[in-house]
C-alpha cells in the first residue's frame, strides 16, 4: 500500500465529520447549548378575556394595516391571531371583529398598534376581518380561512416559479385550481435588490418590501410566479389534507446561508459582509415582516452557494443555529423540511465543486436538529436538453416528498417509517474489517429504484479515497459492507451526480436514500 501524508484540509474535514457524526450516533436533541425547549405543536391556546371598556373619544384616527394582512390570506389555526398596523394618531383607538370577537388596540407612542383575536380550528369556510376606529376609515379584509401557513425559504431553487418548470409537468397546469383551499404570497429576490437605497437591509423591515404584495388565490395568472417547490407541496398535500393552506414564499436566488439569518447571528458567527445584500439583508426583507404571527412549518432549499472554498465544513453547525433563532423569533419549534441539493452537472461540477460535501453537511444539520428532516433531490437534478444547469425544472417529486413528510407528521396520515427517507441508525464497525448499517425509515425494506446492485453506497479511507467494496444485504434495513482496505467512514451519494445511475437505494416505498457520511 502506497504512504501518503495526510494534507492539512484533509484532517481539518475528518475532524469535522467526526463531530457531525459523533451528533449524529448520539441522537442529538431538540434544542442546544442550554436553550429552553419550544413547543412543538401547535395546540390551541386558550380563549383571550374580555377586553375592558375604554373610554374613547372619538378622536378621527388615521391608521395603516401591516401588508402582511389581506384579503385572501390564511391564518394559521390554533394561534392567537395578531393583526396590527402603524398610525400618526398616538393615543387614538382602533376596533377589530373576526369570527364573532371584536377586540381593539391603543395606539402607542412609537406610532404602532396591535390587536390580538382568539385562536380558531381549521376552517374552509371564508371568514372577514373588519377593522375601524369610530372616527376614520373602515378595512375590510375578505375571503380570509384559517388553516396553516408555512414559508418557503432559500436560494433559486426554492424561488424558481411554477411557470418556469411546468414544462416537466405536461397537464399539470390543469390542476391549478382558484377554487383551492390553498393561498400564496409571492415575494421576489428582485424586489428587495430594487429596494437597495430606499430601505434599510441591515435592520428588520415590519412591511414586505413591494407594496403591491398581497396574498392571493391560486389562479393561474398568480401561481405561475411563485415557487414552484412551494406550490407542488401544497397541492400534492391538499389532495390527502382537508386544511386550508397558506403558502409564504421568502427566497431569494443566490442568496449564502448568511444573508437569510438574522443579522446579529451573521455577526456572531464572523459575517461581516455578503454578496449581495447586507449579512442578514434577505431574512430582513423577506422572513422577518411575517414572524408576527405564527407558522406551521418551514421548506428550506439552500447551499449550492455554499458550495466551494470549504465553507460546507461549518454549513451544518450554521444552519442549526439559523433555525433555532428563526423558530425563537416564531416561538415554536416548527418542523423543518429541508431539501437536499439536486445534482448540477456540466458547468455545475466547477461552479459547485463541493455540491457532495454540502449534501453531507445538510444531512449531517438535520441529524443535529430536532423535527427537522430531509428531502432527497439529487436524483431530480440536471438532465441533458435542459435549459438551465443550475435549476433544474423538476420540482414536483421533490414537492411530492415534501408532502408526504407533511401528511405524516403534522396531519397525522401514514406512517414515520414510510414517510421518511431511509437514513442511517446504526453502524458498527466489525473486526473483520466489515461494516454493519442498520438503516430506518426502510418502509418494507430497503431495495434499488431500479432493481440493479447497490450503486452510490462505499467506505473511505483515511486520506477521505474512496474503496470498491462488496455488500451483503443481511436483511430488509441491514447492509453488511466489505471493503476491499481499512475504512474509517461510510457515504451514500458523494458523486456530483446522484442519479440513479451513481445512487440508487430507496426505501420500500421507493423514497430514494439521501446522500450522507458516518465516520467511525
Keep these: ?15 469535522v465529520l467526526i463531530v457531525l457524526t459523533a451528533s449524529i450516533l448520539a441522537g442529538a436533541g431538540c434544542v442546544k447549548n442550554g436553550e429552553e425547549k419550544l413547543p412543538r405543536t401547535n395546540i390551541a391556546p386558550p380563549a383571550l378575556t374580555a377586553q375592558p371598556e375604554i373610554d374613547d373619544a372619538g378622536a378621527e384616527v388615521i391608521y395603516s394595516v401591516n401588508r402582511t394582512l389581506s384579503s385572501d390570506m390564511v391564518v394559521q389555526r390554533n394561534a392567537y391571531f395578531n393583526v396590527f398596523g402603524t398610525s400618526e394618531s398616538v393615543g387614538g383607538v382602533i376596533y377589530g371583529e373576526f369570527m364573532g ?51 418557503v425559504s432559500g436560494q433559486s431553487n426554492a424561488e424558481l416559479t411554477l411557470g418556469q418548470c411546468l414544462a ?3 397537464g399539470y397546469e390543469k390542476e391549478i385550481k382558484k377554487e383551492d383551499n390553498i393561498r400564496i404570497f409571492v415575494q421576489t429576490r428582485q424586489a428587495v435588490m430594487d429596494a437597495i437605497g430606499e430601505i434599510d437591509l441591515t435592520e428588520t423591515q415590519d412591511e414586505p418590501i413591494n407594496e403591491k404584495w398581497k396574498w392571493e388565490k391560486t389562479t393561474p395568472s398568480a401561481t405561475i410566479w411563485f415557487s414552484a417547490l412551494g406550490y407542488y407541496f401544497a397541492k400534492e398535500l391538499s389532495r390527502s389534507v382537508d386544511v386550508p393552506l397558506g403558502l409564504v414564499m421568502a427566497a431569494a436566488g443566490g442568496s449564502t446561508l448568511h444573508e437569510l439569518m438574522p443579522g446579529p447571528l451573521a455577526a456572531e458567527l464572523g459575517f461581516s459582509t455578503a454578496p449581495s445584500v447586507p449579512a ?8 422577518y415582516p411575517f414572524t408576527k404571527n405564527r407558522i406551521t412549518g418551514m421548506l428550506f432549499y439552500q447551499g449550492e452557494s455554499e458550495c466551494g472554498g470549504g465553507q460546507y465544513l461549518n454549513y451544518a453547525s450554521n444552519l442549526v443555529r439559523t433555525v433555532s433563532e428563526y423558530r425563537k423569533v416564531w416561538g415554536i419549534d416548527f418542523p423543518l423540511i429541508e431539501i437536499q441539493l439536486s445534482s448540477h452537472l456540466g458547468e455545475g461540477t466547477f461552479t459547485w465543486p463541493e455540491l457532495p460535501q454540502i449534501r453531507a453537511a445538510q444531512f449531517s444539520a438535520c441529524r443535529m436538529m430536532d423535527n427537522a428532516y430531509i428531502v432527497t433531490a439529487m436524483d431530480q437534478g440536471f438532465r441533458t436538453g435542459d ?41 458498527v464497525w466489525n473486526k473483520d474489517g466489515s461494516i454493519t448499517v442498520t438503516f430506518k425509515h426502510v418502509g418494507d425494506g430497503l431495495k434499488t429504484v431500479d432493481g440493479g446492485n447497490i450503486r452510490g453506497l462505499s467506505a473511505r479511507d483515511e486520506y477521505g479515497d474512496s474503496m470498491s467494496c462488496d455488500f451483503e444485504t443481511v436483511d430488509g434495513s441491514t447492509i453488511r459492507i466489505i471493503p476491499s482496505r481499512s475504512a474509517v467512514s461510510v457515504c451514500y451519494g458523494m458523486n456530483p451526480d446522484g442519479s440513479a445511475d451513481k445512487a440508487n437505494l430507496c426505501s420500500g416505498d421507493g423514497i430514494p436514500m439521501p446522500a450522507f457520511v458516518v465516520e467511525k
Excluded: C
Design 387 to 427: 435549459p438551465d444547469w443550475a435549476h433544474p425544472i423538476y420540482k414536483l417529486e421533490i414537492g411530492r416528498r415534501a408532502a408526504r413528510i407533511a401528511a405524516w407528521l403534522t396531519y397525522g396520515q401514514g406512517s414515520e417509517d414510510h414517510a421518511l427517507a431511509p437514513e442511517p441508525d446504526k453502524v
Design 101 to 151: 370577537e371584536k377586540r381593539y388596540a391603543t395606539v402607542g407612542d412609537d406610532g404602532r398598534w396591535l390587536m390580538q383575536f382568539s385562536s380558531h380550528e381549521a376552517t374552509a369556510e371564508p371568514q372577514t376581518l373588519k377593522i375601524y376606529p369610530k372616527n376614520g376609515k373602515t378595512t375590510e379584509f375578505s375571503d380570509i380561512l384559517v388553516g396553516d401557513v408555512w414559508v
Design 280 to 287: 442578514g439583508g434577505f431574512y430582513n426583507s423577506l422572513i
Design 1 to 15: 500500500m502506497r504512504k501518503r501524508t495526510p494534507g492539512k484540509f484533509r484532517l481539518l474535514a475528518a475532524v
Design 168 to 170: 416537466a409537468t405536461p
